[in-house]
């Protein structure tokens, strides 16, 4: 709903620019790249910055489309979007975060769930999406499990002690015995478990705790990594650890680290 209202003002303000700039009603078949890189200048006036404005153009893309279809599109190139650089949280934050969700379950297996959940995000650095995809088939654990992630490839990924206790009193608790080719963390109901309902419950631990807003289930595995990295783990092993298709993908927590020692620096250097 809010994706729809944010084209809709968009489509708004463009006619309206266009209406103003052409001196007239508005044709959407003869919509030229300057005309668009005008728009882009003033929304820029208004104050936005690279990745609003290229939400804006992407916007203005399908509106043309559904306008006036692909001769309607000019070519403008979208501004360029520097991606944030994740920060990590402390280990110890990342415990009282799993605790603080584990104590607020209904029921010591819905606790153990979100512990052992928690822990995989954390300790082997799976995405949240690739946690709940788990099915019983990688029980009983071993040393490491098989973990589908994006483009449905396939890696192996080490399991800690720790975490490996975690899945394992989960799935002894559970009243939903695991099944092979079933979803390994279920829903009180017993369906699949919905990972909107992971993210609220960190969501509400991180403001009974105090901890910033970055603090998300994504935000473990960015503490994964740049943990292992600042431990001496070469990008290469962190890319097969992540599932990255690319090198670059796992470069970025370079720049994590980095603003990590600055962090210190900052703190800790009497001139600082």
């Known amino acids: 709903m809010h994706t729809v209202r944010a084209y809709v003002a968009t489509a708004k303000r463009l006619t309206a620019f266009l209406a103003d700039h052409t001196g007239g009603p508005p044709n959407f078949l003869c919509v030229k790249p300057t005309d668009l890189r005008a728009f882009l200048s003033a929304r820029r006036r208004d104050g936005i910055g690279n990745a609003s404005a290229a939400r804006e153009l992407s916007a203005i893309r399908g509106f043309l489309l559904f306008a006036g279809g692909d001769g309607a599109m000019p070519r403008v190139k979208a501004p360029r979007v520097q991606k944030g ?21 209904r029921e010591p297996w819905i606790a153990a769930r979100d ?38 490839k396939t890696r192996m990924v080490p399991i800690l002690p720790q975490v490996k206790a975690a899945v394992e009193d989960y799935a002894a608790r559970t009243p939903y015995p695991p099944e092979k080719g079933q979803v390994l963390f279920r829903g009180a109901r017993g369906g699949p ?20 807003e970055r603090t998300t289930p994504h935000a473990l595995r960015h503490s994964f990594a740049s943990h292992l990295l600042a431990r ?22 370079t720049a994590v680290d980095a603003a990590h ?10 001139r600082g």
């Open 193 to 212: 478990l919905d990972a909107a309902l992971v993210r609220r419950a960190v969501q509400a631990a991180r403001g009974r705790l105090g901890l910033g």
């Open 85 to 105: 650089v994740p920060r990590p949280i402390s280990p110890d934050e990342v415990v009282a975060l799993a605790e603080d969700v584990a104590e607020q379950a």
């Open 115 to 152: 512990w052992a959940i928690l822990l995989l995000l954390y300790g082997a650095g799976l995405r949240i999406g690739e946690a709940l995809g788990l099915t019983g088939d990688v029980l009983p654990l071993g040393d490491v499990i098989p973990v589908t992630g994006k483009r449905e």
């Open 232 to 253: 001496g783990a070469d990008l290469r092993s962190l890319q097969e650890l992540l599932g990255h298709a690319s090198l670059s993908s796992t470069q970025v927590y």
């Open 261 to 270: 020692l600055l962090d210190v620096y900052r703190n800790a250097h009497p």
